[in-house]
């Protein structure tokens, strides 16, 4: 499994990247949110990679006081800290079961709670794009259109690279989304990782995947491999630095590329779930929180296209983890259509 696991993050961490990129350079060509003049309610660096004592904040990362920490609603350390309690845990072995049980318990109610705050959030989010709306005029319609048609071109570009690759692993593109399609309209529909998950296993092993590699690849890519979502967060974060006339030079892009970087790992898999990453990277880089107002209300319109690329990323990520990796797995191991005709 070390192996199985090597290549994924690998891989992993190459896609993160890659989407980044893609965010970055489309932004740079198009600039969607010059124009639009948005006045914060606090004071914002005019250079945001300027504004980073890049020192500092990598010794931030690891939390002297975790308490201290969450309680400033320092988003990044908390999160460093949750991996490495995770890892730790992990290492543990059974002692650790009540803990984890606690965590997961926590884990439900939290999302729970979340769940509440989204159904309440349309009141807020009229109410603010109604504001925008009639303060901004018609730059901001236009600053939102240019945003989701970008972001789908980004996706567009992500799902040309991902059947190259699985042509360049001896697959047919078009028979992969034909046995994906399920899942795939699942993910569009509700725009949720979490509902698709159990589908998207159970068809990956009928393909012929092991089961070992989709045990591991698929759960630890919903975390860690979101594609569609990082290229939106990207995306988004170079959308509202603009609509506040930050100016965006290279370094300043290669500030928001490292923290959507390190921020994107570890997403809750729900519906809008990006938006609390984006949160997070907007208070590394010193951009207001308020800001994600500006992009909430047409979120859902960008969620599901985003949400459906991430179970393809995800697809492509247990192929290429079987090409190079499973061999062992596939002796150990039988693929679910195996396993019934037995």
Partial sequence: LGRVAAISFGWFYFATFCAIVIALVLDGLFHPGVGIGLVPTGKIPPN???SIDWVKFLLDLIPSNIIAVMAAQKL???LVFSVLFGVALAGVGPQAKPVVDLLEAIMAAMFRLTQW???LSPLAILASMAFLF???GLAAVLGLAKLIGLMYVGLAIEIVIFCV?????GDRPIQVFRRILEPLLLAFTTRSSEVTLPVHMKILQEMGI???IVSVVLPLGYSFNQDGSILYQALAVTFMAEAYNVTLGWPELATILITVLIASKGGA????GSLVILATVLTAIGLPVEAIALVAGVDAFMDMGRTAVNVLGNTVASKLVTHFGGRAAMEEDLPLSAERAA
């Fill in 48 to 50: 945001l990679a300027v």
């Fill in 76 to 78: 990044l350390p908390t």
């Fill in 117 to 119: 705050i989204i159904a």
């Fill in 134 to 136: 009639a303060t901004q």
């Fill in 165 to 169: 690759m699985l042509k360049a692993m």
């Fill in 210 to 212: 092991p089961n070992k």
């Fill in 269 to 272: 898999n729900i519906p809008s």
